[in-house]
């Protein structure tokens, strides 16, 4: 992990440790450097007090007070995420009341990869992280947190085909148990899918879009307002349930999807142009 280069790249990284300080000696002391750069109205500065706590931190990261030997006696818990470049993970075990990581795993998007929409590449990192950690979890309860819609989806599917068949057979050798993870809570495994580097730029090249109509509300306010309607309410709560007997196929044959826990509905508008629209539903518009 290179160093950072800016103050969202500092808090990215101060959120990861944080995750893990309380098996980090004297967290706080050791981050001051770090945490001092994330304050309004103050100067970069990156200097050798900078450096050595960014050091400092990242040994302790993958040291032995950090990293432990998997105990099968407990239950094993995965942790992932998917960017348009790449997939990062962290397998761990649950010992209430902590989580404590065995290993940490990223890895880059072929070319082919980066043009999967991104409920596919979500679904490309759960297979990818299941085969390898599979010395560890083979035979073994497993819990992915995750955006759990990613295996829905695909366990959803009617007649799977290609590389969806051959993730759906993958999947179906796992004890598997999904936990859903909002992406601004899934601090580790996000860092790991986007380094940051002084070499890489913060624009991207793009050459494949869609035409997107979405509001420029956030997220927790979309959330609400479509909680409001009852249509919508018992399609998220849909969504949400663990319960099979609950009709989600029925709503993503429909075009109904919900990414970061906001409800969109992707209709097929100009055949001929084989182009695709995002439409936001909120209030009663169905």
Known sequence: ???????????????????????IPNFSDVATPLSNL????????????EQKAFNTLEQLMVSPLELKQC?????YIIRTDASNCEIGAVLAQVEIPDEHPIEYASRLL?????DYSRTERETLAVVWDLQKFRGYIEGAEIIVASDHQTLRWLMSLKSPSGRLARWALQLQEFNLKTCYTPGKSNVIADMLSKPFNKSQSDTF?????????????????MRESRLKDDHL???????ESTHKEDNFENWTERGYLMPQG??????????HRRSTTCRSISGNKK
């Open 1 to 23: 992990m290179p160093e950072p280069n800016n103050v969202k790249q500092i808090q990215s990284f101060l959120e990861t440790c944080s995750s893990y300080r309380r098996f």
């Open 38 to 49: 994330t304050k309004k109205a103050t100067l970069w500065l990156w200097e050798q007090e």
């Open 71 to 75: 105990d099968t006696a407990n239950p």
């Open 110 to 114: 072929t070319s082919a990869e980066k």
């Open 205 to 221: 090249e793009i050459d494949h879009f869609f035409s997107a109509d979405l509001p420029s509300k956030l997220s927790k306010e």
């Open 233 to 239: 309410r018992h399609i998220i709560e849909s969504f």
């Open 262 to 271: 906001v409800l969109y509905r992707f209709l097929s508008r100009c055949r």
